[in-house]
């Protein structure tokens, strides 16, 4: 098991960053409760709406919009574990997460390859997935493995089943993938439970971990809340990861932008805590601004830099384990 070294630590000398204080925390926590509980979020699933409903919040099943109590709220974030540990088919690659430890991983999804013998630029397949998962099996300073490639040359309802075939056979690290739906993320513990040699061991050991990311502004569409539903009713750890853009689907203001971006994760994470209270979640961001004059999100932006810092920062304040983008 692999315990990675503290960042942020409060020291005399050295560099660090300090990007909030206590109680612009507070404000951001508290803006964040205002905006869940006044406003809401979409809901599109009608099994999550039956759970929000059982859980206290407010359930519009004709708007479906759920109004969320800052009750409510905050005890899915104290439910939710501080730390947890991404279990891999090699015990010696599981990897801590929690606190303040730091560690690297691969991110997704690449559509697009140069090809390694050719050099070639197109479009990626299932055997591109494999070298890539054998790739970070090797680099010893990348701890999790995220799909990072697609498999372009295999059917799209199934390519999610494919990849992880794919990642299984060529790497021992903790695997991430975001399977698209309920029913694909059953297929996929089915596949970890043929890797780990049973179902129990798998609930004991799932050697593959989920993401899945809420709609901005504020909605969960009805595949996101079945693989949070499924991934908290297995105990498979969930990263809920935001990807709003700032000037696009989320305020043109960072602070606005990162409001959304908290009310999108905490919606997601009350959910998963309501089906399965202390079920491994991680707080998770690819939250970023909209180039307004090109259209696109610049994934290495000095605003995702910023807003990485403080969903790290929120992170720690409400006791979580964190992922976010760019390095």
Known sequence: MKRNLHAGKQHLGGFGLNIFSDDELQDIHL??????????????????LEIFHGGGCLVDKNKKIVKLPAHVVEDAIRSAPPQIVLTARDPENDFVMGSDRVGFTSFGEGIMVIDPDSGEYRQSFKQDVANSALVVDYLSDVEVYERAIAARDVPDHVRTLHEADAYFNNTSKPCFQGPGSGVLA???F??????????????ERPPVSCIVCPTSPLRLVRDCCEVIIE??????????????????????????????????VLSGIVLHQLTSKGAPVIYGSSTTCMDLRMTTAPVGSPELGMLSAAVAKLAQFYQLPSWVAGA
């Open 186 to 188: 059953r297929k996929l």
């Open 190 to 203: 089915e596949m970890g439970a043929i890797v780990m040699g049973g179902e129990d061991k798998f609930k």
């Open 231 to 264: 991934c908290a009713r297995f105990g498979v750890p969930l990263n809920i990861l935001s990807m709003a853009m700032a000037g696009g689907s989320s305020p043109v203001t960072l602070a606005g932008t990162l409001v959304t971006h908290n009310a999108e």
């Open 31 to 48: 803006a964040t409760l205002e905006v869940m509980q006044y406003a809401g979020v979409f809901v599109e699933d009608e099994e999550a």
